[in-house]
């Protein structure tokens, strides 16, 4: 098993680069313009009591629904594909630590 | 790693792949329109979200009941799989709220208590990390007292104006619409396991490092 | 666990440290939140309810932190357990100590926030006041106390107190924020106030049994 995960290490320093800027950059595209556009509402009520359905708000307000989604997918990939790094790499640090005590004991053991 | 680990992890990505075409076959949402969609990645990360924090609870009561260590370690496991599975509900509720509620934050019921949940989770983790030594208990301690709190925060937030699509969302979507949701609950179900089961086996690896350590020092 | 409370007592009116402390804090607290929301004279509406809860929230957290502190310093806490009390004792007695202590500082903090905030509202029907004021200090000190005696040995300790904490009483400090302003109101609503004094006391009694029966395991090391 740790051959799969020096397997993703080595894809991982290939291609992890591109594939995050890529990832990293679609997130962007899809939610800071979308947070950026946000004006502060107008004649908004005061409390969040009454809501005013988005379909109803200046068209300035509106923010395309494509970038959100795309975003929020995106969000969700990269978070997840980090995690699964994060730990892997973790797991692999471990790993060598253990096998390099390991064989150290053994050798002292031995002699 | 046990054998069946990388057949599946293989599985999860294939089907992680097909959501996408799942999702977008799915029949348009008529009120909410394309961005009904985020609600498929949505509402399973916010069942992981629960699941992590169950058992995360269970496996605290469980290790402050007989000590067990494997109990702490599945409990850490969990309380980290359940920050990243808040994580991803959190910001893809507001990312769904802002074209269909017309506001990125509300105060209602369901984000609150899943807000403050969050932070009790991170604040398990923030202890594991910087607590020092000991801290195992201490973090099982407030695992247990965060998973006892949970009703609490639901009746004190209650008296806000709740505007969360009520449970029943669920039952009354098309059956068409139903298919490609369970698709995306048990593709993230099927992540949930593999990062809890490689998330368990770094826990069991580091205890056999101390292990070593220890016996190193002999 | 009467043993423990007197000496508590004993050494904090020989010393007067903590209660002192912790109490110029809450006032100090209280003047900066009026420096910076008291505006052209006035005060924000609803306000006073919840910066009292605050000030109160911070006091609470640094008197619970200066307490243990001594506890740690002093070792005493090491010959508390290995007394032959009950361990649920030694917790009782923390907690009604830091619960003595919070009560003689929000008797200085209510005519305060009062004063400061425009509430005299809040004077006006001290029976609520002293129930909602009680059912939420005893919640908040509840888990309080029992975080802070398992961080005594941690590393990070002193900020480690609010981190947990405060996430964790969330919904006390909901309860008492809410039934506080409510009594703020011009005609009371005793329905609403009742409910909200009804949550505060099913939590203090939830968790302190909680915390009675958590304070054994977490503390055996």
């Not at chain 1, 020096?6 to 595209?29: F, P, S």
């Not at chain 2, 029949?27 to 699941?51: C, R």
């Not at chain 3, 947990?164 to 809410?178: G, K, T």
Request: hydrophobic share 55%; proline share 5%; aromatic share 12%.
């Amino acid at each position: 098993m740790l051959s799969i995960f020096l397997w993703m290490n080595n894809v991982l320093t290939a291609i992890r680069r591109r594939a995050a800027l890529l990832l990293v950059a679609l997130l962007c595209w899809g939610v800071l313009p979308a947070v950026a556009a946000q004006q502060p509402p107008q004649e908004q009520p005061k409390k969040f009591d009454e809501y005013v359905p988005a379909s109803q708000l200046p068209p300035t307000e509106q923010i395309p629904a494509v970038r959100l989604v795309v975003g929020a997918y995106s969000f969700v990939i990269v978070v997840v594909f980090l995690y699964m790094v994060s730990v892997a790499r973790r797991l692999n640090t471990v790993q060598h630590e253990v096998a390099r005590l390991e064989a150290d004991v053994k050798r002292t053991g031995r002699s | 790693m046990p054998k069946w680990f990388q057949p599946a992890a293989i599985v999860c990505a294939l089907m992680f792949a097909a959501t996408p075409i799942v999702i977008a076959n799915a029949p348009f949402q008529s009120t909410m329109g394309l961005v009904f969609k985020i609600f498929f990645y949505h509402m399973p990360s916010a069942w992981m979200f629960l699941l992590g924090g169950i058992v995360c609870g269970i496996a605290s009561l469980r290790y402050l009941i007989n000590g067990a260590a494997r109990h702490d370690r599945t409990a850490f496991a969990a309380a980290e799989l359940t920050v990243l599975f808040g994580l991803l509900t959190l910001v893809t509720g507001p990312l769904w709220a802002r074209k269909t509620w017309g506001t990125w934050w509300v105060w209602d019921v369901r984000v609150t208590a899943s807000l403050v949940s969050w932070m009790i989770a991170v604040a398990y983790l923030i202890l594991r990390r910087y607590g020092g030594p000991g801290s195992e208990k201490l973090a099982a301690g407030l695992a247990l007292f965060g998973m006892a709190n949970v009703p609490f925060i639901y009746i004190s937030v209650n008296y806000w104006r709740t505007i969360h699509p009520a449970t029943s969302v669920v039952p009354t979507l098309p059956v068409s619409m139903g298919g490609p949701l369970w698709f995306c609950v048990a593709s993230f179900l099927m992540l949930f396991i593999l990062l809890f089961t490689m998330r368990v086996r770094l826990e069991e690896q580091r205890a056999r490092l101390d292990a070593v350590y220890l016996s190193l020092d002999e | 666990m009467w043993l423990i409370l007197r000496k508590d007592l004993t050494v904090e009116v020989r010393s007067g440290e903590v209660a002192y402390t912790t109490l110029f804090f809450a006032v100090s607290c209280v003047l900066i939140f009026a420096f910076a929301l008291v505006r052209d004279g006035r005060a924000p509406e609803d306000g006073a309810a919840g910066l009292l809860w605050i000030a109160i929230a911070f006091a609470g957290t640094l008197a619970l932190g200066r307490t243990f502190e001594r506890e740690r310093q002093s070792e005493t806490l090491r010959a508390l357990l290995m007394a032959p009390t009950a361990r649920p004792a030694v917790y009782l007695g923390k907690l009604l100590g830091i619960v003595a202590l919070l009560a003689g500082v929000e008797v200085i903090l209510v005519p305060l926030v009062a004063l400061l905030f425009n509430a005299n509202a809040l004077l006006e029907h001290p029976a609520w006041l002293a129930a909602i004021l009680i059912a939420g200090t005893v919640g908040f000190a509840s888990v309080g106390t029992l975080f802070a005696a398992m961080l005594i040995r941690a590393r990070s300790r002193d900020v480690l107190l609010p981190v947990l904490l405060y996430p964790v009483i969330v919904p006390v400090m909901i309860a008492a924020v809410r039934g506080t302003a409510v009594l703020l109101q011009p005609e009371v609503d005793t329905q609403v106030a009742w409910f909200w004094l009804a949550l505060l006391a099913t939590f203090d009694v939830v968790f302190v049994t909680l915390a009675l029966w958590t304070f054994e395991p977490v503390m055996t090391d």
